[in-house]
Structure formats: C-alpha cells, structure tokens
C-alpha cells in the first residue's frame, strides 16, 4: 500500500465533525476502496476548549487555520469554516501557496473567489475538490463534471436551499405564515449565520454560479445571477398558487444562449405533478439537460452533517486514488466570460395585489398591463376587505422588461394599496 494522505482539517462544526467521524468509522473501508489510508494529522476551530462531542486528542490542534493549511505534516487542506472572506480564503490560498491539494464546502467562497483560486492551484498542479458545496450530499459536481462530460449542457434547474423549501412547504402543509415558519427554522438549527444568506436566495445563487460554471466552460459569475429571495412570500399565495395547480419554489435555472448566459434564482410557481413540485422540506433536486442524455434528475439532502460529510470525504478519496482534473472541468485560464443575458424568455407571470377600492382602480392596473403590451390571462378579485381589494392576475408569456415597466406604471396610478407579489410561472 502506498503512503498514508494526511489531512488538515480547519473548521470543526457541523461539518467538519461529520468528516472526522466517518474517517475513523470508515478506515478501513477507505483504505480498500483508495488502497491508501487516510489519516488526519492536525485539526483547527475557534475554540480549542470547546467540547465537540469526538476525541481530538490524537490530532495536533492548530489555532491558526493558516497555519494548519502549511504545515509539512498534511497532503490535503479540508476547509470547513465558511465565509467568502477571512480565514477560509486566507487558509485556502495558503495551503496552494504551500502546494496542497484543497477540499472544501465553502460555496460562498468559490462562488466569490473561485476563479483565482482555480487559477492558483493549476498554475501549481493542484486540485479544488468542493462537491459539498453544492447541494449537500447530492454529487451533482460529479455527474456535471465527470459523468456528463460527454454532453452539451443546454440547463440547470434546481431548488437548491434546503431551508427555503422547508419554510415553503410547510407554509403549505401547516397553514402557517413566513415569519413563524422563519422562526420554526431557527430553532431547527436550519439557518445560516446570516440568515438572509438562505432566504434571501443569496447561498442558492452561490451555488447556482458554481454549477454554471462548470455547465457552460464560464468563469463563475455570482453578480451575474439575478437574486430574489422568499421573504415576500404570503400564505395567501401559496394558498392562490395551489388553487391554480402550482406550488412556490425557490428556483434556480441556468442556460447560455446566444443572448449570453442567463442564471436565475428566485420564487416561482411550477406544476404541483411536477418533479420539482412534489419536492417537500429539507430535499434538494438538480435537474440537468444535455444533448446526449436527455434529462436526469438527481433527489437528495442537500444539509446536515452526514449528507455533507459524505460529500466530502467522496472528494478526499478521489485525491486519495489520484485522480487529477482541472477544478471546474476545463482549465480555468481557458474558461469564458459570458455576457449576463438578464430576465430570460418570456413566460406568464403571476401578480398579486391590494387595490384601493375605488371606481376605475382595476381598469388603471389592466391599463398599465395593456400599454407594456401584457395580455392578461386570468383575474379575480377575491375576499373583499374594505378598504382593499385584494385582485390576483396571471398574464399571457411576457418577458420582465415588460413587466417591470407595467409594474413602475401601476406605482404611479395611485390605486395600489401595497407593491405588488410577482411570481414566473415555470411550467417544466
Ligand atoms: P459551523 O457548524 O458553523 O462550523 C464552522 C467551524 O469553523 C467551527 O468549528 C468554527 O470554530 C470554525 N471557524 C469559524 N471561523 C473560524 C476561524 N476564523 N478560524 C478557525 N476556525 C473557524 O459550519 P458548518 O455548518 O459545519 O459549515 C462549514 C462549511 O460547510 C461552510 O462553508 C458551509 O457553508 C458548508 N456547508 C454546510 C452545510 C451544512 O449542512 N451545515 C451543507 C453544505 C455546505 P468553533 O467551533 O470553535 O466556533
Ligand atoms: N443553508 C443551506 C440550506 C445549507 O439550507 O440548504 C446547505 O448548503
């Protein structure tokens, strides 16, 4: 058998817990699976006194994650704190400097600062493993980068945040509002640090840039996603959108076209029968289109600590076995800069709004639609309650240029009670 691969570990939360625990419980399967063993030689976190509930008294304990990440005695840096900026950038690019390979969950990180780092690591002949990093224990890096190499990537789709489609469907299953539904998820432990990080789509839209970038050959692009979260989200549309056959998910999408490449994440209405539809709770799905393979579909926890933990020690046993790969599929000097094509094509769109009650306050807002050249489909005014009227409308397709210029017109109309709810419908 040949040498042993020592691991650094910085961060022992959650995460980098569950890594530790499946090294030791899985020794010797992964040493018959890699023909190596895989050892962890230092460990770092914050806190050296805190009790983490596993032995640590094997590991050297390195209170600088910079230091850990340089030390002679490790083959692989596993960077499990988090955060774009600070000691997991600082850490990650210290370990490159020093020639190790990098592991890491860090999906703010790369979708920030992967393209340099990429760069980096393959100036020096150096592998970015992050397969955690995007949908928990689903491998999609994987299948994008290895199993579907042999494919035109033509779109991505998927719920990729955990937590919003947790609040989501049990705003539908419970009957309860967003703001208790929020709280609910803070007590589960369900929320980032930062909890707008979830809800307000920017972790999807994280890990919705890194998979783009490895679909399409394009430099990640995270400011080029366009970001809208779930915290406007009522129950009164989750109740409209079941009525209609839909249900309200957080999705992400990417495709490239000749207008450039268009990555969204935002709340949108798809078809309840739909596979994204019947997603309930904590469960992640990507869905991945190509030329060759038609679609796939793949379903699973995208969170906690085994499902991430499994990802990453998938990622530590590929290095293990020596497998060597350019970090986001093609070499990243070679990756393009695709123009961002913002707002997509055109589909219908649900709105929903308060209406001051007055005469000729409907025909304002259908005027408003008419001059942006938005055809409507269906209206309602429904539970009535003065001094509001509460009007739901879904459009024919239009583009949200169109939209936006009919929603600025409404604004000035002076006959809406609040700003008004929309919503893509997706009909996958
Ligand atoms: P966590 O439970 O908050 O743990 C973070 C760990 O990093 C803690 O051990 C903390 O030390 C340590 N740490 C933080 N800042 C540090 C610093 N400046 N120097 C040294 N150590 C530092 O986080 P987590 O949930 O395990 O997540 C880790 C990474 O995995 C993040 O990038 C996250 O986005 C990603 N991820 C997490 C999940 C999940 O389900 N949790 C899923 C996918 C990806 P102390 O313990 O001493 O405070
Ligand atoms: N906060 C994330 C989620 C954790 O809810 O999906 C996994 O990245």
Redesign the pocket.
């Known amino acids: 058998m040949t040498e042993p691969l020592r691991l650094g570990i910085?961060?022992?939360?959650?995460?980098?817990?569950?890594v530790v625990r499946i090294i030791r419980k899985q020794a010797a399967l992964l040493a018959r699976r890699t023909g190596r063993e895989i050892v962890i030689s230092a460990v770092?976190?914050?806190?050296?006194g805190?009790d983490?509930g596993i032995n640590l008294a094997p590991f050297v304990w390195e209170q600088?994650?910079v230091a850990l990440a340089s030390r002679d005695d490790i083959d692989i840096f596993v960077?499990?704190?988090?955060?774009s900026e600070?000691?997991?950038k600082d850490a990650t690019e210290a370990a490159i400097a020093a020639g190790k390979h990098v592991v890491?969950?860090?999906?703010?990180?790369l979708a920030i600062h992967g393209q340099a780092l990429a760069e980096a690591a393959e100036a020096k002949g150096l592998m970015i493993r992050f397969e955690?990093?995007v949908a928990?224990g689903i491998p999609v890096v994987k299948a994008l980068s290895e199993g579907l190499a042999g494919n035109e990537i033509t779109r991505v789709m998927g719920v990729m945040n955990g937590t919003c489609n947790y609040i989501l469907t049990r705003m539908e299953s419970e009957g309860a509002g967003y703001d208790t539904l929020f709280e609910e998820a803070g007590k589960l432990g369900y929320l980032?640090?930062d909890p707008n990080l979830d809800v307000g789509g920017i972790?999807a839209g994280h890990k919705l840039a890194i998979l783009s970038a490895i679909a399409f050959g394009t430099r990640v692009n995270f400011a080029g996603v366009e970001l809208e979260g779930i915290q406007r989200i009522e129950l009164e549309d989750i109740r409209q959108a079941a009525d209609m056959g839909y249900r309200i998910k957080l999705l992400g999408l990417a495709q490239r076209s000749a207008r450039g490449l268009e990555q969204r994440m935002q709340p949108c209405l798809v078809p309840t029968g739909s596979p994204l539809g019947q997603l309930t709770g904590g469960t992640n799905m990507v869905v991945i289109e190509g030329d060759a393979v038609e679609q796939i579909v793949l379903r699973g926890p995208?969170?906690?600590?085994g499902?991430?933990a499994s990802a990453v020690v998938g990622d530590i046993c590929d290095l293990a076995r020596g497998l060597r790969m350019p970090v986001f599929g093609q070499p990243a000097a070679g990756l393009s800069q695709a123009p961002a094509a913002r707002s997509g094509l055109p589909a219908p769109y649900y709105l929903r709004m308060a209406l001051v009650d007055k005469p000729g306050a409907l025909a304002r807002i259908a005027a408003a639609l008419g001059e942006s050249g938005i055809s409507i489909d269906r209206m309602r005014q429904y539970g009535h309650c003065e001094p509001t009227a509460p009007v739901l409308i879904v459009t024919h397709k239009t583009t949200r240029e169109a939209l936006d210029l009919a929603l600025e017109a409404m604004a000035g109309t002076g006959v809406l009670a609040s700003t008004p709810v929309a919503l893509r419908i997706e009909n996958l």
Request: proline content about 2%; cysteine-free.
């Open positions: 910085a961060g022992l939360g959650t995460v980098g817990v569950g770092s976190a914050r806190d050296a805190k983490r600088d994650a960077e499990l704190m988090g955060g600070g000691a997991a890491t969950a860090n999906k703010a990180l955690a990093a928990g980032e640090a972790d995208g969170a906690g600590e499902p991430t």
